[in-house]
């Protein structure tokens, strides 16, 4: 066995394992607990304190009350101490924008549930700091600060910035060859040749007063008063702030939390017309996102049928509410982008045999055949008028279309015109959509350009725009899904044969599109809540779509909403023997199993 060497005999060998065993029998408590104990003294007895024990945090208040701090008064005695009226607490009311409170009453309900109800109706208690600005965290140059100031501001554009013009490359190249012809007679270097060159170039700007005995005092005044005009008044602010190598966080003042709006947008329904009028047709309006493949709102439902059509009904529909009249809305965007679409859907009573079949007379008869196929007509009349009496209060698909919502405002807001008329229809194009306008002004401009930005999805400073919807597709009984809808969305925004093959069914639909005002009047919460400046109950409302934001917004909720919406996609009856027809989904609230069970849903 080979022989150690010096330095190694006197490496301990004790392992870290063995010395933790030694330490821990030697003392059941802390180490350093008995440690400061010991040097104390006098201990009778060695109160043993488990390492697991869990010690109450310091009082940091209460400490510095109890232990003022020993500080000689003098001029930097404000640096050391907090300062006592830094900290302001103002509660301020809490606005709300309905007439009627959508929070319940407080008189039948859980304690818990009622903490929880508060929190939409108490007072904000809003907490002032007199001294923040003096705080490393505070940063006044913030980005909307930043684009306050340079509002206003001329853009600079240098000479390396500028992209060569062709003109004006060639107005100067003609303007050489001028002078180089004018001057070929006379040799360089001549007489003649510079008094050419004299004539031909242009004056310096003279210098007044440069000779002028001025005293160096006035000279610094001018010079201070040329630096001062037109100055802006924050000339270092503009440039941003450099990159810190090791960042802080910057807390900014929040401001008070109020209820999440995108931007706005008003669509009002007009009038709806067939080629020929045998049922009454319900319409939806429904906001869908492709690139996320979101549907982005709630559906908005509205009725432009005649009084004869809604007469077909009166057996099944009940009285309608004024909340139900409604034939405007507000749609909230909160990520406006290319890729919006407003769909349009169409319902019509259900009635026997395929939707395609049920289609048909829309797309063979026109109006101005009506005398000729006047027996023809008068019995889809009967036939419609047979469904409505024994299926009235149920419905089935009829037709659709889309409007590439971001297209008909960026055109609109080019107009040099107080409002804009589109008309809109299908298949005219390579199989796809097409909107014409018909202006002197602009002439016939093709809608089909694609912007980007975000000025281009600018919801809020675009020209009204009335649209005519001039033809719709027909609903495919196999094709019922939001799936489905997306790729046919996504294909109208390019040429494809997939809309080439839809038979489209005439008819004539006009609405309005425009930027929504600030407090519009006669306006109903997603609750049906009448918005303030609500003069007369009785006047036709215009009902707020609830949003689904395609991603996350990131607000504290501060308004009471107690909605659920629930759309049944799909019913697969495939593994089912036998055929599946005449089928009806519905969704109740139960407390029991009883059918008289069904709670009440407002």
């Known amino acids: 066995m080979a022989e150690r060497r010096a330095f190694a005999q006197k490496i301990s060998r004790t392992v870290a394992a063995e010395v933790r065993k030694q330490i821990s029998a030697q003392y059941s408590g802390s180490p350093q607990l008995l440690k400061n104990l010991n040097i104390v003294g006098n201990i009778s007895h060695h109160t043993t304190v488990p390492l697991t024990e869990a010690v109450d945090p310091v009082d940091l208040e209460d400490y510095l009350i109890t232990h003022p701090l020993a500080v000689d008064s003098g001029p930097l005695r404000d640096l050391v101490e907090f300062p006592p009226d830094d900290i302001e607490v103002v509660y301020s009311p809490r606005d709300c924008?309905?007439?009627?409170?959508?929070?319940?009453?407080?008189?039948?309900?859980?304690?818990?549930?009622?903490?929880?109800?508060?929190?939409?109706?108490?007072?904000?208690?809003?907490?002032?700091r007199k001294y923040h600005k003096l705080g490393t965290g505070f940063n006044p140059n913030t980005l909307d600060k930043q684009r306050e100031r340079q509002k206003g501001l001329p853009r600079q554009v240098f000479e390396s910035d500028e992209a060569p013009d062709g003109n004006s490359y060639q107005d100067e190249q003609d303007d050489l060859k001028r002078r180089s012809m004018s001057i070929d007679d006379t040799p360089r270097g001549s007489w003649a040749c510079s008094i050419f060159d004299l004539k031909n170039s242009l004056p310096d700007a003279l210098l007044p007063n440069l000779l002028d005995r001025t005293p160096n005092e006035e000279i610094d005044h001018q010079n201070d008063d040329q630096r001062k005009s037109n100055r802006h008044k924050e000339l270092f602010a503009l440039h941003p702030s450099p990159d810190e190598e090791e960042p802080i966080e910057r807390l900014s003042i929040p401001d008070v939390p109020k209820e999440h709006f995108g931007q706005r947008l008003l669509v009002k329904c007009l009038s709806l017309k067939f080629e020929i009028e045998i049922e009454p047709i319900f319409a939806s309006l429904a906001l869908y996102d492709v690139k996320e493949k979101k549907k982005i709102s709630e559906n908005f439902y509205f009725d432009l049928n005649s009084e004869q059509m809604k007469g077909l009904l009166r057996p099944h529909v009940p009285p309608a509410a004024i909340t139900t009249l409604a034939r405007s809305a507000i749609f909230s965007i909160t990520y406006p982008s290319q890729d919006v679409f407003l769909v349009i859907k169409l319902e019509k009573v259900l009635q026997q045999g395929d939707i395609g079949e049920c289609a048909e007379p829309y797309m063979i008869f026109k109006e101005a055949d009506a005398t000729k196929n006047k027996e023809k007509l008068e019995k889809l009349k009967s036939q419609a008028d047979q469904f409505c009496q024994r299926l009235g209060k149920y419905r089935m698909p009829f037709a659709w279309t889309a409007i590439h919502l971001m297209n008909i405002v960026s055109s609109a807001g080019s107009l040099e015109r107080d409002s804009t008329e589109v008309e809109i229809s299908t298949g005219e194009r390579k199989g796809s959509w097409s909107e014409r306008r018909n202006s002197s002004l602009v002439g016939r401009r093709s809608l089909e350009r694609t912007t980007s930005g975000d000025d281009a999805c600018n919801l809020t400073s675009f020209?009204?725009?009335?649209?005519?919807?001039?033809?719709?597709?027909?609903?495919?009984?196999?094709?019922?899904?939001?799936?489905?809808?997306?790729?046919?969305?996504?294909?109208?925004?390019r040429p494809s044969s997939v809309l080439r093959r839809l038979r489209p069914i005439t008819a004539q639909l006009k609405i309005d599109i425009s930027p929504a005002p600030e407090n519009p009047h006669y306006c109903l919460t997603p609750e049906l809540l009448q918005v303030k400046l609500y003069p007369d109950s009785r006047v036709r409302p215009t009902r707020e779509i609830l949003e689904f934001p395609a991603r996350d917004v990131y607000v504290p909720n501060t308004t009471y909403r107690n909605l659920l919406y629930i759309y049944p996609q799909s019913l697969n009856f495939a593994n089912r023997q036998g055929s599946a027809r005449n089928i009806t989904v519905k969704v109740q609230f139960m407390y029991g199993e009883d059918p008289s069970n069904a709670m009440p849903v407002s």
């Open 97 to 128: 924008r309905t007439l009627v409170s959508a929070v319940p009453e407080e008189s039948e309900m859980d304690p818990h549930v009622r903490d929880c109800i508060r929190s939409y109706t108490e007072d904000w208690a809003i907490v002032i």
């Open 463 to 493: 020209r009204p725009a009335t649209l005519t919807v001039a033809n719709f597709f027909k609903q495919e009984g196999d094709r019922l899904s939001d799936e489905d809808l997306y790729k046919f969305l996504a294909d109208m925004r």
